[in-house]
Structures are given as C-alpha cells and as structure tokens.
Antibody, heavy 117, light 111 residues
Framework: EVQLVDSGGGLVQPGGSLRLSCTAS????????MSWVRQAPGKGLEWVSC????????NYADSVKGRFTISRDNSKNTLDLQMNSLRAEDTAVYYC??????????WGQGTLVTVSS | QSVLTQPPSTSGAPGQRVTISCSGV????????VYWFQQLPGTAPKVLIY???QRPSGVPDRFSGSKSGTSASLAISGLRSEDEADYYC????????????FGGGTKLTVL
C-alpha cells in the first residue's frame, strides 16, 4: 500500500527557513518523480515543485523559484523541500504527491506551514 | 488567478448529472493530459480521473472525464450526497521552463 507521510511544518517568522519532509513507502521510490503542492487557507491547490526519480531534474513555480529547493534521498525514501526567505503568502498546507506533470496518484496528509510574526 | 479556468460552484439534486468544465490553452490542456481530483473537507485531494478519461481502480464509473482541444470536462452521474466536495483539474504547462497548473476548483453542492 502506497503511503506518503508529510512532516516538518510549523510556525516561522517572515524571512525564516523551514525544511519539510515526506517519507514514502509501498512503492519503489526511485522509480517515480515526486511533487510538492500547497493549499493556502480557504484557497485552491497550487503546484510548487517537482523532481525526477533520479533527482537530476527539477522544476519550480515562479512564486518560489530561488527560495525553495526540492531534493530527495532515494536510499531513505524521502523527499524534502527546503524553504528559505519565507513570506506570509507561503502560509499553506503543503502536500507531497507521487508523480508529476499533473499525474499525482497519491498524496500525503499535508503539513501546515504558518509564516507570521 | 488560476491558469486553468473552472466555475467556482455548481449544484445538483441526488440522482442528477452534473458537469464541471476546465478551460486552458494549447500549452497546457491542448498539449498534455488532464487530471481531476476530489477534495473532501479537511482531507488531501484524491485522483478521480487520469490521462484525460481514465479512472483509477476504486473510483465509481459515475465519474467520467473528457477532453476536446483546450477544454476538459468532468461528469458526475447519479449524484450522491457524498459527492459534495471540491473538484480540481490539473495539467502540465509547457510554457516557460514547464510548470504544473491547477484550476481554481469547483465546489459541488448536492441539494
């Protein structure tokens, strides 16, 4: 059974940093691209970033480019999102998802990031 | 402002059929597959339709997807109270350096 467990969210001040993690199980992690999708309170879904199975290829939304870094450790079945220079508008529930290009077949439970002073 | 355009809301009575539209352009819907997701309150999204019109196992055949040109639709027949949720379309967009795109979401109310 595919499982994705998101963690690392919390309260951070504007300009601060946070690192999110997603631990995967139930599938051959290195064979699949992975993505991060976020949802601001009361708003719709917003794609954030994706990474290829090998980790060699990455894409970012313009809203986070230069501030966020997606990475993966295929030996540990983990996906990370390093978030720097956080802004109030980054406040959202962050979901990791299996797949990319819209093909998000499985989702984590989400982790809440709140950027506030 | 979402890249893909969906109606903010729709409604229908139990047993009825509703459709939700998703409009894009050539660089997203016109060139790539469309996916549909259902999000129940307080939960993570769940895939309903993949690759324009394919249903994952476990998704009832009351849900169907279609695509023509730069528009796509999700149809739900035999509406049930448990279908009340938010629905999102998604695709990849080949413009710029490539990006994921979503519709703004449609809130379905079962009357």
């Amino acid at each position: 059974e595919v499982q994705l467990v998101d963690s690392g969210g919390g309260l951070v001040q504007p300009g601060g940093s946070l690192r999110l993690s997603c631990t995967a199980s139930g599938f051959t992690f290195s064979n699949y691209a992975m993505s991060w999708v976020r949802q601001a309170p009361g708003k719709g879904l917003e794609w954030v970033s994706c990474i290829s199975g090998s980790g060699a290829g990455t894409n970012y939304a313009d809203s986070v480019k230069g501030r966020f870094t997606i990475s993966r450790d295929n030996s540990k079945n983990t996906l990370d999102l390093q978030m720097n220079s956080l802004r109030a508008e980054d406040t959202a529930v962050y979901y990791c998802a299996k797949g990319r290009y819209g093909d998000y077949g499985y989702w984590g439970q989400g982790t809440l990031v709140t950027v506030s002073s | 402002q979402s890249v893909l355009t969906q109606p903010p809301s729709t409604s229908g009575a139990p047993g009825q059929r509703v459709t939700i539209s998703c409009s894009g352009v050539y660089s997203n819907i016109g060139s790539n597959y469309v996916y549909w997701f259902q999000q129940l309150p307080g939960t993570a999204p769940k895939v309903l339709i993949y690759r324009d019109n394919q249903r994952p196992s476990g998704v009832p055949d009351r849900f169907s997807g279609s695509k023509s040109g730069t528009s796509a639709s999700l149809a739900i027949s035999g509406l049930r109270s448990e279908d009340e949720a938010d629905y999102y379309c998604a695709a990849w967009d080949d413009s710029l350096s490539g990006r994921g795109v979503f519709g703004g979401g449609t809130k379905l109310t079962v009357l």
